[in-house]
């Protein structure tokens, strides 16, 4: 049976997950301090999936800083 190509991983999933790993979830509960020594790592309470949007503006600042990091480091190895 083959894997689908939306499901391979070559430097790990780039786009917004909805589901988090056991882990994932564990380490959230850590850091809201909702994770408490002794819990069962089974049957973890619900954890909110932050997504981030970026911007137009700030893409475009992010092109632009490669853009220049590029040029500079081009400049550098001669």
Do not use: C, Y
Request: aromatic share 2%; no cysteine.
């Amino acid at each position: 049976m083959s894997l689908d190509k939306s499901l391979k991983r070559k430097g790990g999933i780039t786009r917004m997950r909805n589901v988090l790993t056991r882990a994932e979830r564990i380490q959230q509960l850590m850091r809201e301090e909702r994770w408490h020594e002794g819990m069962s790592p089974f049957g973890l309470p619900k954890v909110r999936v932050v997504r981030l949007k970026k911007s137009k503006r700030s893409a475009r600042e992010e092109k632009a800083a490669q853009a220049a990091g590029g040029a500079s480091a081009g400049g550098e190895n001669k």
